[in-house]
């Protein structure tokens, strides 16, 4: 599955208002921007990222797949910063495939609480191409197209 790039206008939206939003706290809980290194330009990237919760451990969801912002995660070691208000350096830890699809279900999960089940049903399909109530088994199908990566505190 390609990447698919956002529109000219969507992209520099989320760069620049949206980094200002995060960084005034001014976006729906569980929105942050996403900080990392670019691997070609060396300057600070920034990305509007939603965080999921699953059994006690936060995570990030690539929903384009090998996303730009996935690409310089991994360029960096990890290495990033999540910006709510306040810079909080994390690391970046990229799971396996096989381990994808709980993390999967849970942002969905939490797309249904955020917005309902219309909210879940057109995220499940533009997204990740889903049904509105895709099975265990539909999303580990998908789930090698999307990266997941655990949130770590940064050390230190």
């Known amino acids: ?4 790039s956002p529109a000219r206008w969507y992209a520099w939206l989320n760069h620049h208002l949206g980094a200002a939003l995060a960084r005034l706290g001014l976006l729906p809980s569980g929105v942050v921007a ?5 691997r070609r330009s060396g300057t600070t990237r920034r990305t509007l990222v939603v965080l999921t919760d699953h059994d006690g451990d ?3 969801v690539a929903l384009a797949g090998e996303s730009q912002w996935v690409r310089n ?3 960096a070691s990890g290495h990033a910063v999540l910006r709510r208000r306040a ?5 970046l830890e990229e799971l396996d495939a096989e381990h994808r699809a709980p993390v999967i279900l849970a942002y969905l999960a939490q797309a249904e609480r955020r917005g309902g089940q219309r909210s879940r049903a057109l995220q499940a399909e533009s997204y990740f191409g889903l049904d509105p109530e895709p099975t265990v088994a539909d999303v580990e199908a998908i ?3 999307y ?7 940064a050390a230190g």
Request: overall charge positive; cysteine-free.
């Open 147 to 153: 990266p997941v990566f655990r949130v770590h505190p």
């Open 143 to 145: 789930a090698s197209y």
């Open 58 to 60: 936060t995570y990030l």
């Open 1 to 4: 599955m390609a990447y698919r």
């Open 34 to 38: 996403l900080e990392v290194t670019g």
């Open 87 to 91: 810079a909080h350096p994390v690391r």
């Open 73 to 75: 995660v991994r360029a």
